[in-house]
């Protein structure tokens, strides 16, 4: 079975720009979690999508979204980038939601902001 | 939120020995889970173990809820063991957590 799958692997963008990255669950995940990772903050969580909706949030600004699509993909949108959204972006897939089922990682996004 | 606190925060042994690396955390879980993360950044799964004890190898995890605290338990360390461990835990509804991170180095 095919793992967790991140596109791109490695992004440079300059500030005020847009980033869109893109994560494939395992098949038959239904549930995707966002986090970022940084030197400073470690690994923090950003959302969590099953079926569709958002469960959960983190504590970041309104310009980090998400969404789900219906075959469980989910993609993450950053707007106006700042230098301090340069991070290593991390999705997770689990069967069910994160409270009760084990999490398998992806290789993750390099996103540097110029 | 759940606070979750991991020790040592670094780590160097010689080949051969053997570790302990601890997790606490704040209050009570749903999910635990040990990671190893490669330098390439990549989060490898270790256990998923909300309670009791498992073993994988040369690696075994025991995790007391009842006390709030796991550990992960590495033996004839090799170079390849190199890198950070990360505990990770949730609660019902809530957000994973993770700790800061153990990291280890395996000197040949």
């Known amino acids: 079975k095919a793992g967790v799958t991140q596109t791109p692997r490695y992004l440079i963008k300059t500030r005020g720009q847009q980033v869109t990255l893109s994560c494939s669950p395992i098949s038959g995940h239904r549930s995707v979690s966002w986090y970022q990772q940084t030197p400073g903050q470690g690994l923090q969580f950003l959302f969590e999508?099953?079926?569709?909706?958002?469960?959960n949030k983190g504590n970041f600004p309104g310009r980090f979204s998400g969404r789900q699509f219906s075959n469980s993909r989910s993609e993450m949108n950053v707007s106006t980038l700042e230098l301090g959204d340069s991070a290593l972006y991390l999705c997770a897939s689990s069967w069910g939601t994160s409270w009760g089922n084990e999490q398998f990682f992806g290789p993750g996004t390099r996103l540097t902001v110029l | 939120g759940i606070q979750v606190e991991q020790s040592p925060p670094d780590l160097i042994l010689q080949e051969g020995a053997n570790s302990t690396l601890r997790c606490n955390f704040s209050?009570?879980?749903?999910?635990l889970q040990w990671f190893h993360q490669n330098p390439w950044g990549q989060l490898i799964n270790l256990f998923y173990i909300p309670s009791g004890t498992k073993q994988n190898g040369r690696l075994s995890a025991t995790t007391v809820a009842t006390e709030r605290y796991s550990l992960l338990y590495i033996s004839s360390s090799q170079t390849t063991d190199s890198g950070v461990y990360f505990c990770a835990v949730v609660n019902y509804g809530q957000n994973f957590v993770f700790g800061p991170g153990t990291r280890l180095s395996v000197l040949p």
């Open positions: 209050d009570s879980v749903n999910n």
């Open positions: 999508y099953f079926s569709e909706t958002q469960r």
